[in-house]
């Protein structure tokens, strides 16, 4: 069974840097995908980055593309977002989640989920 645990969350001023840690255990490659959601207060959850399990595509939403990256250690069954430029409107509690639909960052799609690290960026 899929277990996704996620780290690195915290508050930072506007313009600052997070790294974002998603350890893995159990997955394999029945998995199509792997990413980055985010859900601010009152609104629901989005895709922010995913990584193709298989050939290593990425996808980035709009708002953070040439911001965040997406990165991944296998050996270390880690999956990391770097986040820089950091602005408000990215606070929210950042998810890692995986799917075995092919189906890059659409929420709906992914069925196994970690518990979450809150990210507080002020001006």
């Known amino acids: 069974q899929l277990q996704l645990v996620e780290s690195g969350g915290g508050t930072v001023q506007s313009g600052g840097s997070l790294r974002l840690s998603c350890t893995t255990s159990g997955f394999t490659s029945d998995y199509f995908a792997i990413g980055w959601f985010r859900q601010a207060p009152g609104k629901e959850r989005v895709g922010v980055s995913c990584l193709n399990n298989n050939d290593g595509t990425t996808w980035y939403s709009t708002y953070v593309k040439g911001r965040f990256t997406i990165s991944r250690d296998n050996a270390q069954n880690t999956l990391y977002l770097q986040m820089n430029g950091l602005e408000p409107d990215d606070t929210g509690v950042y998810y890692c989640?995986?799917?075995?639909?092919?189906?890059?960052?659409?929420?709906?799609?992914?069925?196994?989920w970690g518990q979450g690290t809150q990210v507080t960026v002020f001006s």
């Open positions: 989640a995986a799917s075995t639909a092919r189906a890059m960052c659409v929420t709906r799609y992914y069925d196994s």
